[in-house]
């Protein structure tokens, strides 16, 4: 054998690149290394980026920087299972920052994230995938990409994954996206409710916590309620309570719980199950605030509905209620009172509350906190509110005062309910009487002028409550508090509106109260509503003719008609029909100027200092005059001496002088006016009428033959009996003129009048009437038409026992038969035969 010779190496082929090892530190380097076709460079550089990313945000923002991005995004799909397994982690903590988010959005790597989550990927894979998926749900936008692209479906199936990490992303994920409707339906759909409730027996708090927070909020949905029932869900959550080392999960565990007990079913679940009371008692016993807040919460949300109120009273849900007010925690009291506020919808809850509950909700109101206020304003509205027994457990409890203070807080829904808490008081007479010593009228001035409309409409029902006596209506007169309540009688607002006219409507009750509401523009306000079919109301009508029964002047002249009830009174005139929207001036105005062609204006005034009985018409003159102001009066009554001194005697003369005497004291009609006050003018004639008619016909026992003597009387007065034929030449127009003339006005008194025709007559029967207490109507019609009816029992039915028929209407003639009664049956056909 020859010696061995040994055998020498063969040189590389020349077109093979020798290995390079290279120690880069620079990321930016590394990053140019993920666009290398060699599988181990990559993956070496993908567990570098890793490393490096995971040492702080600063890191992630120099990779996007660097645009490691798009290529990482590249590798997704990489067909080298170890350079997919690392660029899916680096994007599972790349994710996380905001501006890497938006640009993978842009990108659109969502399909290739998901097909991450396949079943044959391994473990690590899934972990991280769903870790950016985690990430990336927390924006609405990824949202609706995870769920387009199918990425809810392998979420729910990783839920049953060994590894709790997986489980951790995956759930979370699934709760980002359940904030959003249509992904709550579809794991309906993906039956998702039992592996999320399996989560609640992990031995990860996080995780535990993140599957409640889920079922918080899928819950929300009826068919999820069920279905939670139906896989024992709810004995999950109240084993959870009942374990103390869990109680950091007993929020969210009461929250989902506060769901389910809005669904029927599953409160008598828990109900027959002795959940509901141990549920009651862990929320009274508990000592975390939070805990204490949400089981009220829980009870408000299910006390919404019926069925679940009438089984809360049976648990006795109100002492535990009552226990949570007296809670040192502010929020908790709030839940409390916002529960007691859904459970007076019980009759037997509101009953329970007027001995335990009002008593502490009153001390709450009372709290440095508004919102505590309010909250506990609201249980008392809502118990109050049509429960008189506990209105007056309010007041007694000294709950006035505080809720007078409310009034001038700065939250609407304070001062709201405190209105409202007040008018329910003052629906009780013997309590509205104590409320004015607390200023409530006063009070009010600040919600009337509120911008809030249901401030302004619980304030301005309040005033409607409260203003039902006069010292009230003074207050608020007094205070100013009747300018802003005319104003909100053109709120734009329907109830706000009605309130505010229901108010003014019983404001009007007091003439000085109705006389200032005019002077602020009411009636013409309400005028201008009820013309509207849309914004008129019931109230606004009923306050418009209360105004106008308080200012029969203006009724008559715009509705032509008075009623029974409407009692004419000194100082009422006539002026003639208006049209709706026209300013009726007022008496001393008309009264002023100087006459002109227009209808006389009817005056009733019997008013004057003098006191003492006037003489009959038969002893004094009938063209005693008025002057328009003390400084005017003095003219007409030397012209109407000089008339009068012509066809008189002395004797007579003297008897003038007295009686103008008389007429230079008639009563002021204002007081304390820094102007020269002005009378109205006194009719001497008509103060004699009524002193006649008082005297000899006011005794008659038979109200027709009262009527009967009273309209001869006034057609006598009047110029006497007429006839049809001769109607014509009855020249009343001429006396009327001349009357004119000589008072230099158009007012004429009535009682001067001697020669008068139908619209005459009738207003002298109506005030005569009125005087009497003969009960009449006043209806003006065309063509100076006017005439009175009366309502008569039958003769026939005088006596029967039993229920009466209705009394029939007559027109009273004062024309053509004075004295003489026509039965009302068609009122057109009856009325063209009389006039």
Known sequence: MGKKVKKEAEPPPKDVFDPLTIESKKAATVVLM???????????????????????????????????????????????????????????ILASNNDVKKLLRELDVMNSVIAQLAPEEEVVIHEFASLCLANMSAEYTSKVQILEHGGLEPLVRLLASPDPDVKKNSVECIYNLTQDFQCRAALQELNAIPPILDLLKSEYPVIQLLALKTLGIITNDKEARATLRDNQGVDHLIKI??????????????????????????????????????????????????????????????????ENRKLFHEQEVEKCLVALLGSENDETKIAA??????????????????????????????????????????????????????AKAVAEADGVDPLVNILSSRRDGAVANAATVLANVAMQEPLRAGLQSHGVSSALLGPLRSANTVV????????????????????????????????????????????????????????????????????????????????????????????????????????GYLS????????????????????????????????????????????????????STEDKSSDVGYGRSISSSSSFRRASKEKTKKGRGKKEEEKVKEEEEVSTLPKLMGEGSPEKEWYPPFDPDFRVYVYEVTKSIFPITDIKEQIEVLARYVAEKMGGKMSKEKLHNFSWELHVSELKFQLK?????????????????????????????????????????????????????KGLIGALPPPEVYIVDLMFHPGGLMKLRSREADLYRYL
């Not at 309570?241 to 929020?251: A, G, Q, R, V």
């Not at 025709?757 to 019609?781: M, P, Q």
């Open 241 to 306: 309570l009942e374990t103390k080392e869990l109680n950091d999960l007993h929020i969210e565990a009461l929250a989902v719980i506060a769901n389910c007990l809005e669904d029927m079913d599953t409160l008598v679940l828990i109900q027959q199950t002795g959940g509901l009371k141990k549920l009651l008692s862990f929320a009274e016993n508990s000592t975390i605030p939070d805990i204490q807040k949400n089981a009220a919460k829980a009870i408000t949300k299910a006390a919404y509905d019926p």
């Open 745 to 797: 006005s158009n007012v004429v008194p009535i009682g001067q009048i001697k020669k008068g025709i139908f619209y005459h007559r009738a207003l002298l029967f109506k005030a005569l009437a009125d005087k009497i207490g003969i009960g009449c109507s006043l209806v003006r019609g065309e063509y100076g038409r006017a005439w009175n009816e009366v309502q008569l029992m039958n003769e026939s039915r």
């Open 564 to 615: 029974s009830s409407n009692i004419i009174s000194d100082g009422f005139y006539d002026y003639g029909r208006i049209n709706p929207g026209t300013k009726l001036l007022p008496l001393k105005d008309l009264c002023l100027q100087e006459p002109s062609d227009q209808r006389a204006i009817l005056l009733v005034n019997s008013k004057s200092s003098d006191v003492s009985p006037p003489p």
């Open 456 to 559: 302004q409409s619980k304030a301005a029902l309040t005033v409607a409550a409260t203003a039902c006596d006069v010292e009230a209506r003074t207050e608020l007169r007094n205070s100013g508090g009747l300018e802003p309540l005319v104003e909100l009688l053109r709120s734009k607002h329907d109830e706000v509106r009605r309130h505010a006219s229901w108010a003014v409507m019983v404001c009007a009750n007091d003439e000085l109260t109705a006389v200032e509401l005019c002077k602020l523009g009411a009636l013409a306000i309400l005028e201008e509503v009820n013309l509207s079919v849309s914004r008129k109301n019931k109230f606004s009508e009923a306050a418009y003719n209360k105004l106008l029964n308080n200012n029969l002047s203006l009724k008559y002249s715009l509705t």
């Open 337 to 390: 009172s916002q529960a007691i506020s859904a459970m007076c919808e019980n009759t037997g809850s509101k009953e329970f509350f007027n001995n335990q509950g009002i008593p502490q909700l009153i001390l709450l109101l009372k709290s440095d906190s508004e919102e505590v206020r309010e909250a506990a304003s609201l249980a008392l509205a809502n118990l109050t509110t049509c429960h008189p027994a506990n």
């Open 34 to 92: 993920l666009n290398s076709p060699e599988e181990e460079i990559l993956a070496k550089a993908c567990e570098a980026i890793y490393r490096f990313a995971l040492k702080g945000e600063e890191n992630k923002a120099t990779l996007l920087e660097l645009g490691a991005v798009e290529p990482l995004t590249k590798l997704l799909t990489h067909e080298d299972k170890i350079v997919r397994r690392n660029a899916t982690m680096i994007f599972g």
